[in-house]
């Protein structure tokens, strides 16, 4: 089994470094462009009645028996109960009990799944007519910061870091409006927090001050849904229930 993954594997660098004429370059590119368009509008016409929801990120590891499942499903449960909609990214572990938080107090449950070679398959708990499943990172990833007025990032891997940066930095440079980023869990973030404080601020001054005030780190269900909730109120605006 190893060998055929280190073949394809190789298969794949060898097929990037190999010369194609116009003819190949304008037909394979052309495809891709009109398959992007698809997705595109798939997820604007799917979404874009969805009403004000929270986006829910983490690990598609995570046990169903572990304490960050059970928070997970206890937050998209409050955030439901508090008029919001769930949005996970469709898949196993956290986005899971995302969903199955929402399903259980009968709010929206949407689910933005992703074809992948392992891990991730739909989750029963997404609402059938909000379930999208994309080939492309980058457009599903669109979706998630669009039509979200809210993260909450849990512990999880490369994809979990990949969302949480993502949202930071388009908030940082100012290409889309501020909204509250929630990390639950301090055992889990601190390490990463005290190096970005040490190394990126303090050492090398990459970032300013100011921008740790974009995220916050919380250790329970109802301090994140505070954090959602405290943050609105400071504009008068609350979901429609």
Not at 10 to 21: G, L, N, S
Not at 75 to 83: C, M, T
Not at 149 to 158: I, K, N, S
Not at 194 to 213: G, P, Q, S
Request: charged fraction near 25%; hydrophobic fraction near 40%.
């Amino acid at each position: 089994m190893a060998e055929i993954e280190n073949n394809q594997e190789e298969d794949r660098i060898r097929k990037a470094f190999k010369e194609r004429d116009w003819n190949e370059i304008k037909s394979s590119d052309s495809w891709a462009i009109f398959k992007v368009m698809s997705e595109f509008v798939e997820g604007f016409e799917k979404l874009a009645k969805i009403g004000p929801c929270v986006s829910i990120f983490g690990s598609a590891r995570t046990p169903r028996n572990h304490e960050y499942y059970k928070m997970a499903e206890e937050i998209a449960a409050k955030l439901v109960r508090h008029g919001y909609g769930v949005i996970t990214g469709g898949g196993p572990g956290i986005m899971e009990a995302g969903n199955k938080g929402a399903h259980s107090e009968k709010g929206k449950s949407v689910g933005l799944n992703i074809v992948l070679p392992f891990e991730q398959f739909e989750n029963i708990y997404i609402d059938r007519d909000k379930l999208i499943t994309f080939d492309y990172f980058f457009v599903r990833k669109v979706m998630f910061v669009k039509y979200a007025q809210g993260f909450v990032v849990l512990p999880g891997g490369f994809g979990t870091m990949d969302e949480l940066f993502e949202s930071i930095t388009l908030i940082q440079t100012d290409k889309i409006g501020r909204f509250p980023i929630v990390l639950v869990g301090r055992d889990y973030w601190s390490g990463l927090i005290d190096w970005i404080k040490k190394t990126l601020l303090e050492e090398y001054n990459y970032i300013n001050a100011e921008d740790l005030d974009l995220f916050s780190v919380v250790d329970t269900p109802t301090e994140a849904v505070k954090v959602i909730d405290d943050f609105y109120s400071q504009y008068l605006l609350c979901p429609n229930f």
